[in-house]
């Protein structure tokens, strides 16, 4: 299993993991309008356009965990004004049969190495709050801002141990 940055040619595959992700995972808390293939496929265009969402700002990254040439999982993180954070993760899924094997940590590792070029001392995270997957925030230090909002505040630079390449 490898970690690289995604590019526009893994839009596609994005997509499908997103969705595949959420039919696996989250069955009882989606909707039609989250597994819709075309309306997720735009959503990630004009995300690697940079124009969405509207508190984004441009600087922006998506790393993609690959195994047997195949995207499993993936996390999109970008520099935000959204409650006055720094950055704000968009998007975190990795398929079922690859969670719990250390993946998501992982991809999460990377992200903080990112944010550490950046300066960034804060970080946001919305989630549905009865999504079971909040577990996974809050176990890498994540604490509620509200019900559908988990924010890291002082983030400890020096914990970031994940190598970006």
């Known amino acids: ?7 526009i040619a893994d839009i596609e595959e994005i997509t499908q993991v997103e969705i595949a992700s959420k039919k696996q995972s989250l069955p009882s808390i989606i909707e039609d309008i989250d597994i819709n293939y075309a309306v997720r496929l735009s959503r990630w265009q004009t995300y690697f356009a ?13 790393f993609k965990a690959v195994d047997a ?5 993936y996390v999109a993180v970008h520099l935000t004004t ?6 704000e993760i968009q998007s ?16 999460f590792g990377y992200v903080l190495n990112w944010l550490a ?4 001392k804060n970080l ?7 999504n079971p997957y909040q577990v996974f925030y809050l176990k890498h230090g994540g604490k509620y801002y509200n ?15 994940q190598p970006i390449g």
């Open 147 to 161: 019900p559908h909002w988990i924010f890291w505040d002082n983030l400890d630079v020096s914990a970031r141990q």
């Open 82 to 87: 959204r409650f006055d954070m720094d950055a």
């Open 1 to 7: 299993m490898d970690i690289t940055v995604a590019s």
């Open 124 to 130: 946001c995270v919305g989630i549905a709050a009865d």
């Open 50 to 62: 940079g124009k969405s969402p509207a508190s984004a700002k441009p600087d922006r990254i998506i």
């Open 92 to 107: 975190f899924y990795i398929l079922n049969e690859y969670q719990r094997k250390g993946i998501g940590s992982k991809l």
């Open 69 to 73: 040439n195949r995207v499993i999982g």
């Open 117 to 120: 070029a950046f300066n960034v």
